[in-house]
């Protein structure tokens, strides 16, 4: 009797998990002219907000008709950027400019990344400088890409 219980507890836990396992997002890839009509952009750099400072204020001073949210269901569109370390040592910077199209789907309209070139070793001034001005350069990518879709 008790090793049926728990079959069917078993059974009962798996049906509620397999729908959460299934809610990955269906990636769709558009193109840079759909910022066309943007007014609003949320900025996504996760619990860097120094980085998400940078990007907020490039934007304020370039675009200022643009409109930056504090929560992403408010926005037209999403500004995601991270950084992250490799293995040798070198830093990479990848941004993404996203549309979320619905609930289970979203439009990636710009992609940029930026690995440090090999030419710097990891603990120089000029790679640390660099590291520090990724986001602010991503920043103006998107609003090059802004600009020419809003013409």
Same mark, same amino acid.
């Given at each position: 009797m008790r090793l049926r219980?728990?079959?069917?507890?078993?059974?009962? @836990?798996?049906?509620?998990a397999f729908p959460v396992f299934g809610q990955d997002r269906t990636i769709e890839y558009g193109q840079p002219e759909e910022l066309r009509g943007v007014t609003k952009v949320f900025v996504d750099t996760r619990t860097y907000v120094r980085q998400r400072e940078m990007i907020v204020k490039a934007l304020a001073r370039r675009l200022p008709n643009l409109q930056v949210v504090s929560r992403p269901e408010e926005a037209d569109i999403? *500004? %995601?950027?991270? *950084? #992250?370390? *490799? #293995?040798?040592?070198?830093?990479?910077?990848?941004?993404? !400019? !996203? #549309?979320l !199209?619905? !609930?289970? %789907?979203? %439009? @990636?309209l710009l992609s940029v990344d930026d690995e440090l070139p090999q030419i710097f070793e990891p603990v120089s001034m000029v790679s640390y400088a660099y590291k520090q001005a990724r986001p602010l350069m991503f920043a103006i990518e998107f609003v090059r890409a802004y600009r020419r879709a809003n013409g």
């Open positions: 219980i728990m079959g069917e507890l078993f059974l009962l @836990v798996l049906a509620c999403h *500004l %995601r950027y991270s *950084l #992250k370390g *490799l #293995k040798n040592g070198q830093c990479e910077g990848m941004g993404t !400019v !996203v #549309k !199209v619905g !609930v289970d %789907r979203e %439009r @990636v």
